[in-house]
Nanobody, 111 residues
Framework: VQLQAFGGGLVQAGGSLRLSCAAS????????AGWYRQAPGKQREWIAG????????NYAASVKGRFTISRDNAKNTVYLQMNSLQPENTSIFYC?????WGQGTLVTVSS
């Protein structure tokens, strides 16, 4: 399975974006999926996870209440809805499914 993350871009503070992570093959039988981010000069950090069927989700404290992870196994895609974005959220966002990383998509939040 190969993953491609997209949906990043430039957004003003307070704005929203939805990221997508599309898999080249079926993810329906794979394990949990997650989103990570790497801010400039910082290490990559986990921010959200979702179980294989999408029943269970969990979030890092820094994004809880603002970000929502979801998945559509029929479309082999995992999503990350991001609301109330702030400049400190500027990062490259990566998806991870069953040990496979997507290539990352850049989100830049302007003040």
């Amino acid at each position: 399975v190969q993953l491609q993350a997209f949906g990043g871009g430039l957004v003003q503070a307070g704005g929203s974006l939805r990221l997508s992570c599309a898999a080249s093959g079926s993810i329906a039988s794979l394990n949990a999926a997650g989103w990570y981010r790497q801010a400039p000069g910082k290490q990559r950090e986990w921010i959200a996870g979702i179980s294989s069927r999408g029943v269970a989700t969990n979030y890092a404290a820094s994004v809880k209440g603002r970000f929502t992870i979801s998945r559509d196994n029929a479309k082999n895609t995992v999503y990350l809805q991001m609301n109330s974005l702030q400049p400190e959220n500027t990062s490259i966002f990566y998806c991870l499914i069953n040990g496979v990383w997507g290539q990352g998509t850049l989100v830049t939040v302007s003040s």
